[in-house]
């Protein structure tokens, strides 16, 4: 029997994953239910992705929904091996007597001590064959960038653990940023900004809820407000309040001026031929961080150049590792391997 071959976007966020022939066939998030104080996966080891977000924050004291990514990184192996396991099973279907070759998509700036850890969690997972490839290598190929030709594409991946942004020329990485500050940063800021001026605790949902409803990086056109509900620090009791679509672009000052002077920073290092290139080519963007309101706006205004987002950016990583798989023999030399 034949094995896949497949590509996964293993994100602090969503795990995608693309099959060669298929395009994308799986796009979970990146949670996993165990029983507090194990690593024992509820349900026989069924409790991932979908099931366990919805869990995120609600569980009784013997149970834990853990995010075994941060920061674009393994943080805990074990429940990354199990995770991993279950997408690879649930697309791998019944063919389980040969492993996948499995192409995986990774921040630029990991250390080989990480790179190592995504290897082996691959290969206890049932991976026959490992390859990695770089996240905003995977994002230009998904956007459909020219990443090959002798002229500059630039690409700003956001993802939820890290922003990865890149210039590229000639199939390879000219200049590189990677940045631990990325989607998660934003859901983060906005707890702290309604804890400071509210008094109000909010969950992790709760606050990712809030960025995709009213948040923004640069003032919209028609300013909105929501109802929030948490709970109130002093009484300890739940309430509600309503905040302003302002008041949540304030919260998310800190996270976006980070990711817009990587931007800067990265522009800066590049040589004068592949900047002239970029100020006809521009900037594009891609992951879900990259869909908030008007953050292209804000890159636009920080560089002075063209600044788009991608289509589809949520999955263009996916997308890219996808293109990989199509063209896998004659690209595979290019990805750095190490054998199941």
Do not use: W
Request: hydrophobic share 40%; with cysteine; aromatic share 4%.
């Amino acid at each position: 029997m034949f094995s896949v071959d497949m590509g996964i976007d293993l994100g602090t966020c969503n795990t995608l994953v693309a099959v060669r022939g298929q395009g994308i066939v799986l796009n979970e998030p990146s949670v996993v239910a165990v029983q507090k104080g194990t690593n024992k996966v509820l349900n026989n080891g069924e409790a991932v992705g979908f099931v366990a977000k919805e869990m995120l924050g609600k569980t009784p004291g013997s149970i834990t929904a853990v995010r075994p990514l941060k920061d674009g990184v393994i943080s805990d192996f074990e429940i990354t091996e199990a995770m991993l396991s279950y997408f690879i099973r649930k697309v791998n279907g019944r063919n389980k007597l040969v492993g996948p070759r499995v192409v995986i998509s990774v921040p630029s700036g990991i250390t080989a001590v990480e790179k190592q850890a995504v290897f082996n969690s691959a290969t206890r997972a049932g991976s026959r064959m490992t390859y990695l490839i770089e996240e905003p290598m995977a994002a230009a190929i998904g956007a459909g960038l020219p990443y090959a030709e002798p002229t500059a594409s630039m690409i700003v991946d956001i993802g939820g653990g890290t922003t990865e942004v890149a210039i590229l020329s000639l199939g390879d990485i000219a200049e590189c940023q990677s940045v631990r500050v990325a989607g998660d940063d934003m859901d983060e800021a906005i707890i702290a900004y309604m804890k400071r001026t509210y008094n109000m605790m909010i969950g992790e949902q709760t606050a990712e809820r809030i960025k995709i409803e009213i948040g923004s990086a640069a003032p919209t056109e028609t300013e909105t407000n929501m109802e929030v509900r948490g709970r109130d620090m002093i009484s300890g009791l739940p309430r509600r309040t309503d905040v302003t679509s302002e008041e949540i672009r304030h919260a998310l000052l800190e996270p976006v001026n980070a990711i817009s002077e990587a931007v800067t920073r990265t522009l800066e290092k590049a040589s004068p031929e592949l900047a002239a290139d970029l100020v006809t080519n521009g900037i594009v963007m891609a992951g879900g961080g990259s869909l908030l309101r008007n953050l292209t706006v804000v890159i636009e205004k920080a560089t002075g150049l063209p600044t788009k987002l991608a289509d589809d950016p949520l999955t263009c990583v996916a997308r890219g590792t996808c293109s990989y798989l199509e063209n896998f023999d004659l690209l595979k030399n290019n990805l750095e391997s190490e054998p199941g």
